[in-house]
Each structure stands twice: as structure tokens, then as C-alpha cells.
């Protein structure tokens, strides 16, 4: 240690104080800019710095060097050696006197706790798990130790266990085991009726009858093959490495990036592709992704149950809706009670996010929503409704009352991106389909004036190669796959979109089964999303089965021979 007087040291702590406070000052105003490590490294050198001068003050010891008594101290070693003799004269005392020795252990055996024993020990033992072996028995083990030595006099406690279980049983005559039933087999749950049509055994030519082809099974086919080789190894699709992220200002909205970090949602968006094919995690050659992929959501669910991961705030609740979509969908079809916890509090945040007036979702709690967020935390809801998760009433009836307010139009058909919009097809797809799904659930009734208003501007947009908009797109063909029953007029608009849709899909699918990410919304949720979406156009035939019978679609000349 230094030999430094105390006003020395108060000189140099204070020059420490003051450094140390110049370079906070320095950090959060010049060097404000410099990168996190840099600073880290900074502050770290600084503090082992006074961690240095902070030894050098604490004295460890008093006195000085060669002063004091040099009497050795030999405390340690007269303690161990006290020791070692105690112990031995304790093992002489044993060796003489195994009578006394036995008589006291006798004395301090509690007579309750040998009670216990005896009765264990006269019950015939029941059938135990190869994991649990009996203990009370196992205690009395001080004679087997030393096999080799003189054995002692066994005590009475030993003498009385011994004539209940004595040493060597009587032979018993052999008998076969009891013949047991076999268990019976596991019957998988039947999944709902909407979903059924997935599963169906003649589910080509179900597609063909409501307007698929073999050209479209076979794009679906590519599309899950390209997911699957996509799929990270942690089990989920990882957004920005396939393009998302690009901000393009879509409809004059700069969006900072938003889907760079969305790899829930797309992998809830990846999921629902398979699961609308019919491939679950239990079943299908694709059960390893979409087990992964499900354990990817489980693993990056919070404590609240949100599940929209590092997702930045324009995607977090687009993010949340699509995984839980998928959750609740995998939880509908099999049954399996492990997903129970994942979807349950998935569902518990998604309604606590709802706005209580407004009925509608946008980015944080307590904003007012829009048309975009209610429809993937709608068809959330109602496939976790289909799993037996319950929802209450009241998110019915504000969902039902923010549909009424974003309605535009001569017969209410249109809807707006928020309440206080104007009408788009887009928003006009979704809130038709979501109309539809109330409606489904016996929640509201649907309009025919409304609903024929809305077909009319959906059909000003049919899908073509030189203006993808893939979202449009797939809430378009939800809401005309399921309402072409309603009318002649609805099947044949059912008809004209079906024939442009797989037109331009086949057209524009890449040669690895993806489809690129140039679409309108394609920049924020890159090429998984895309794909993904994509393919669950092309599984619109038998995704939801249809309250009806087969459309005449199939029947139409030429549109099959499209590739």
C-alpha cells in the first residue's frame, strides 16, 4: 500500500469525482452519437480505474511488518489432531461394548415411526412404478454394511421386522399373470365440420369441382415444399432474410420498415399454409415443420400472451392476430391439449387489446381500430371459438359495431380503412368477410342490397400480374368463395375472380414454388409472406368448407389449361 497522507487521497478521490462526472456529461452530449459498445468499453475501463484506487485504500490488515509476537500460532493443527482422537476412541468404544451401543440406538427409535413400519411391512405390496421403490423398509442397512465382520446381536427392533418379512420366502407355485385387456386405441378427435374438407379422401376432386385444377394442387405442393426449405432452424421463418422490411410508402403511409422483425407472423402466416392444405403437426409429411414451428411460437410467447416476438409497433398486432390464427386453427383440427395454454392466453391478450367503444384493434391499447386488424383478429377468434375457447358476447357485439361504422356506400356494402375514411375494395373484401363470419355464427344477418354493392367494387380489381395485391386478394376470395350460393350474380362473380386469380398465381409463381416479394404489400412481409398467402388463395376450394353444394365454375371452358 502506498504510504500517501489522507489529504492526498481526498485530492485524488476528488479528481476521480470529477472526471467521472465529465465523462457522463461527455456521453450524453458529444459522444451521444457514438455506438452502445464504444460507451460500454469506456465506462468499463473507468470503473476498474476507481476499482484500482479503491484497493489500494482498504487496509487488509493492521500492524506493520515485523513487529508484534513470534509465538507460531498451531490452533488448526491441535484442533484436527483433537479430533482424529476423539474419533478413534469412539470406534474403541464401539468395538468393546456393541451391547450398550445397541441398547441405547433401541431407546431412541421412536415408537410411533416403528408402528408405521410394521404395518407397511404386513400389507402385501401394491404394483409400483419402476421409478418408485419402497423406503421405509431400506432404512435398517448398519448390519449388511461390513458382510465380512463378526455380525452383531440383532436388536429387537430388527428381530420383530424380521419375523413379519422373514430372509428366505416360502416357494410359491408359479401361475401365469392375469390375461389384461388391451388398452384402447387412441382415436384422434374428429376435427370440426369446417375444416373437414382438408381431410377429405376425394379432396382433388372436390378442388376441381368448386374450381381448382390440378395446376393448383400442384402450386400449392411447390409452395409448402419451398416454406419448408425456407424454415430456420429454431422452427420459424425468419422475415428478413426473404426480403421483408422494405418500406415502399404504400398508400402515402411511411411505415418505418415495419415486417423486418415479423417472424411470428409470417410464421403463423407459413403454418396456416400448411394447415390449410392438411398437414398438422400429428399428421402429413410435413409434421416436423409445422411441430417446429409451433414450438417456435410457443417459445417467443410472453408472459401475457402476446405473441408478436420483436415485431416493431406497426406489425406487432398484425404479428399477434396471424400466429394466434394459426395456434387456435392447430388446436381446432387435432384436439391436442398441449396447444390449450398457448392459445388460451393468446386469446386473453388479443381481447384485451380490443377497444371497449370503438370494438375495433390497431397498434396499441386503447386505440381506436381499423378495418386491416379486425379481420385477422376476427377469423383468430373464430377458430379459437371452434376449439372450445370461450369469447365473450361482448366482443361479438363491438366487432359487429365497428363494421357499422366504417360502412359506406348506397346499401352499405363498402367499408373504409377507419371510420372516419374513405371506402376501398380492400377494406370492402374484408369487412364482407367478416360480415360473413358474424353472420356464419348467427351474430348478425347479411344483406343481399349490401352484399351485391360490395361483389360490384370488388370486381373492378380482378387480380392481374401487373398490380399484385395479395392481401386484397385473399380476403376477396374468401368472402366470393363463400357467398357464390347467395345468387346467380354471386356465382358468377365467383366464376370471374376464380378465373383470374389461378390465371395470375400460375402465371407468376417461380420456378422454386415462392412467389417474389413485388407486391403491394410484399416489401413489409418479404417472400415468406407472400408465398404463404399465395398458396392459401390457391386452398380457398377446400379450406372453409361451403354450407352449399359445388358451384358450376367447373364447367367453364378453357380457364384449366392455364399451365
Same mark, same amino acid.
Not at 144 to 166: F, K, N
Not at 248 to 277: E, I, M, P, Q, Y
Not at 307 to 336: K, N, P, V, W
Not at 360 to 380: E, F, H, I
Given at each position: 500500500?502506498?504510504?500517501?497522507?489522507?489529504?492526498? *487521497?481526498?485530492?485524488?478521490?476528488?479528481?476521480?469525482?470529477?472526471?467521472?462526472?465529465?465523462?457522463?456529461?461527455?456521453? @450524453?452530449?458529444? *459522444?451521444?452519437?457514438?455506438?452502445?459498445? #464504444?460507451?460500454?468499453?469506456?465506462?468499463?475501463?473507468?470503473?476498474?480505474?476507481?476499482?484500482?484506487?479503491?484497493?489500494?485504500?482498504?487496509?487488509?490488515?493492521?500492524?506493520?511488518?515485523?513487529?508484534?509476537?513470534?509465538?507460531?500460532?498451531?490452533?488448526?493443527?491441535?484442533?484436527?489432531?483433537?479430533?482424529?482422537?476423539?474419533?478413534?476412541?469412539?470406534?474403541?468404544?464401539?468395538?468393546?461394548?456393541?451391547?450398550?451401543?445397541?441398547?441405547?440406538?433401541?431407546?431412541?427409535?421412536?415408537?410411533?415411526?416403528?408402528?408405521?413400519?410394521?404395518?407397511?411391512?404386513?400389507?402385501? =405390496?401394491?404394483?409400483?412404478?419402476?421409478?418408485?421403490? /419402497?423406503?421405509?423398509?431400506?432404512?435398517?442397512?448398519?448390519?449388511?454394511?461390513?458382510?465380512?465382520?463378526?455380525?452383531?446381536?440383532?436388536?429387537?427392533?430388527?428381530?420383530?421386522?424380521?419375523?413379519?418379512?422373514?430372509?428366505?420366502? &416360502?416357494?410359491?407355485? =408359479?401361475?401365469?399373470?392375469?390375461?389384461?385387456?388391451? &388398452? /384402447?386405441?387412441?382415436? =384422434?378427435?374428429?376435427?370440426?365440420?369446417?375444416?373437414?374438407?382438408?381431410?377429405?379422401?376425394?379432396?382433388?376432386?372436390?378442388?376441381?369441382?368448386?374450381?381448382?385444377?390440378?395446376?393448383?394442387?400442384?402450386?400449392?405442393?411447390?409452395?409448402?415444399?419451398?416454406?419448408?426449405?425456407?424454415?430456420?432452424?429454431?422452427?420459424?421463418?425468419?422475415?428478413?432474410?426473404?426480403?421483408?422490411?422494405?418500406?415502399?410508402?404504400?398508400?402515402?403511409?411511411?411505415?418505418?420498415?415495419?415486417?423486418?422483425? +415479423?417472424?411470428?407472423?409470417?410464421?403463423?402466416?407459413?403454418?396456416?399454409?400448411?394447415?390449410?392444405?392438411?398437414?398438422?403437426?400429428?399428421?402429413?409429411?410435413?409434421?416436423?415443420?409445422?411441430?417446429?414451428?409451433?414450438?417456435?411460437?410457443?417459445?417467443?410467447?410472453?408472459?401475457?400472451?402476446?405473441?408478436?416476438?420483436?415485431?416493431?409497433?406497426?406489425?406487432?398486432?398484425?404479428?399477434?392476430?396471424?400466429?394466434?390464427?394459426?395456434?387456435?386453427?392447430?388446436?381446432?383440427?387435432? $384436439?391436442?391439449?398441449?396447444?390449450?395454454?398457448?392459445?388460451?392466453?393468446?386469446?386473453?391478450?388479443?381481447?384485451?387489446?380490443?377497444?371497449?367503444?370503438?370494438?375495433?384493434?390497431?397498434? @396499441?391499447?386503447?386505440?381506436?381500430?381499423?378495418?386491416?386488424?379486425?379481420?385477422?383478429?376476427?377469423?383468430?377468434?373464430?377458430?379459437?371459438?371452434?376449439?372450445?375457447?370461450?369469447?365473450?358476447?361482448?366482443?361479438?357485439?363491438?366487432?359487429?359495431?365497428?363494421?357499422?361504422?366504417?360502412?359506406?356506400?348506397?346499401?352499405? $356494402?363498402?367499408? +373504409?380503412?377507419?371510420?372516419?375514411? !374513405?371506402?376501398?375494395?380492400?377494406?370492402?373484401? =374484408?369487412?364482407?368477410?367478416?360480415?360473413?363470419?358474424?353472420?356464419?355464427?348467427?351474430?348478425?344477418?347479411?344483406?343481399?342490397?349490401?352484399?351485391?354493392?360490395?361483389?360490384?367494387?370488388?370486381?373492378?380489381?380482378?387480380?392481374?400480374?401487373?398490380?399484385?395485391?395479395?392481401?386484397?386478394?385473399?380476403?376477396?376470395?374468401?368472402?366470393?368463395?363463400?357467398?357464390?350460393?347467395?345468387?346467380?350474380?354471386?356465382?358468377?362473380?365467383?366464376?370471374?375472380?376464380?378465373?383470374?386469380?389461378?390465371?395470375?398465381?400460375?402465371?407468376?409463381?417461380?420456378?422454386?414454388?415462392?412467389?417474389?416479394?413485388?407486391?403491394?404489400?410484399?416489401?413489409?412481409?418479404?417472400?415468406?409472406?407472400?408465398?404463404?398467402?399465395? +398458396?392459401?388463395?390457391?386452398?380457398?376450394?377446400?379450406?372453409?368448407? !361451403?354450407?352449399?353444394?359445388?358451384?358450376?365454375?367447373?364447367?367453364?371452358?378453357?380457364?384449366?389449361?392455364? #399451365?
Amino acid at each position: 500500500m502506498f504510504d500517501l497522507t489522507s489529504t492526498t *487521497w481526498i485530492v485524488l478521490w476528488s479528481a476521480l469525482g470529477a472526471i467521472t462526472v465529465l465523462l457522463i456529461v461527455l456521453l @450524453r452530449t458529444r *459522444w451521444s452519437s457514438a455506438r452502445p459498445l #464504444r460507451k460500454c468499453a469506456i465506462l468499463s475501463l473507468w470503473v476498474h480505474v476507481l476499482l484500482a484506487f479503491a484497493a489500494t485504500t482498504v487496509r487488509i490488515m493492521s500492524g506493520a511488518p515485523e513487529l508484534g509476537s513470534d509465538t507460531p500460532i498451531r490452533i488448526s493443527i491441535r484442533t484436527v489432531i483433537e479430533v482424529e482422537t476423539k474419533v478413534e476412541a469412539e470406534k474403541e468404544t464401539v468395538k468393546e461394548t456393541p451391547e450398550e451401543t445397541l441398547k441405547e440406538a433401541k431407546e431412541e427409535i421412536d415408537a410411533d415411526a416403528l408402528e408405521q413400519v410394521v404395518e407397511v411391512a404386513a400389507k402385501p =405390496e401394491p404394483s409400483r412404478s419402476p421409478l418408485k421403490a /419402497p423406503s421405509l423398509l431400506a432404512s435398517p442397512a448398519p448390519v449388511e454394511a461390513a458382510p465380512e465382520a463378526t455380525p452383531l446381536p440383532s436388536p429387537p427392533t430388527m428381530r420383530r421386522i424380521a419375523a413379519i418379512e422373514p430372509a428366505e420366502k &416360502p416357494q410359491e407355485p =408359479e401361475e401365469s399373470p392375469p390375461t389384461e385387456p388391451l &388398452p /384402447p386405441a387412441k382415436v =384422434e378427435p374428429t376435427p370440426p365440420s369446417t375444416y373437414a374438407d382438408r381431410f377429405a379422401k376425394d379432396r382433388d376432386q372436390l378442388a376441381q369441382q368448386r374450381g381448382g385444377s390440378p395446376q393448383t394442387e400442384r402450386a400449392v405442393r411447390q409452395a409448402l415444399g419451398w416454406l419448408a426449405s425456407a424454415q430456420a432452424k429454431n422452427g420459424g421463418w425468419d422475415a428478413s432474410n426473404f426480403g421483408a422490411g422494405q418500406e415502399r410508402v404504400v398508400l402515402g403511409h411511411n411505415r418505418k420498415g415495419a415486417g423486418a422483425n +415479423a417472424d411470428t407472423g409470417v410464421t403463423g402466416l407459413a403454418l396456416l399454409a400448411f394447415l390449410g392444405s392438411g398437414h398438422t403437426h400429428r399428421h402429413g409429411p410435413y409434421a416436423r415443420e409445422v411441430t417446429d414451428g409451433l414450438e417456435y411460437l410457443r417459445q417467443h410467447q410472453r408472459a401475457d400472451g402476446s405473441l408478436y416476438g420483436e415485431a416493431q409497433l406497426f406489425a406487432r398486432m398484425y404479428c399477434h392476430s396471424m400466429a394466434t390464427f394459426a395456434i387456435c386453427e392447430a388446436y381446432a383440427i387435432t $384436439g391436442d391439449t398441449h396447444l390449450k395454454p398457448m392459445a388460451r392466453d393468446a386469446v386473453r391478450y388479443a381481447l384485451s387489446m380490443q377497444h371497449p367503444t370503438d370494438g375495433g384493434w390497431r397498434y @396499441r391499447r386503447g386505440d381506436t381500430g381499423d378495418t386491416s386488424q379486425l379481420g385477422w383478429q376476427l377469423m383468430a377468434l373464430r377458430s379459437a371459438q371452434l376449439a372450445g375457447i370461450e369469447v365473450p358476447g361482448t366482443t361479438w357485439t363491438r366487432v359487429e359495431r365497428f363494421l357499422r361504422r366504417v360502412r359506406r356506400g348506397s346499401a352499405g $356494402g363498402l367499408a +373504409a380503412y377507419r371510420p372516419e375514411g !374513405p371506402p376501398s375494395p380492400t377494406m370492402t373484401a =374484408e369487412a364482407l368477410f367478416c360480415r360473413q363470419l358474424l353472420d356464419g355464427a348467427g351474430l348478425t344477418t347479411t344483406n343481399q342490397a349490401s352484399t351485391r354493392e360490395a361483389i360490384d367494387s370488388i370486381l373492378q380489381e380482378l387480380p392481374s400480374a401487373g398490380h399484385r395485391n395479395l392481401y386484397f386478394w385473399y380476403y376477396a376470395s374468401l368472402a366470393l368463395h363463400r357467398g357464390q350460393h347467395q345468387s346467380a350474380e354471386a356465382a358468377a362473380a365467383w366464376d370471374d375472380w376464380n378465373h383470374a386469380l389461378t390465371s395470375t398465381l400460375l402465371s407468376t409463381q417461380q420456378g422454386n414454388g415462392s412467389w417474389d416479394e413485388a407486391t403491394v404489400w410484399g416489401g413489409y412481409g418479404g417472400r415468406v409472406y407472400t408465398t404463404a398467402i399465395s +398458396a392459401m388463395c390457391l386452398e380457398v376450394y377446400y379450406r372453409y368448407s !361451403p354450407a352449399e353444394g359445388p358451384s358450376e365454375v367447373a364447367g367453364r371452358r378453357g380457364w384449366q389449361a392455364v #399451365r
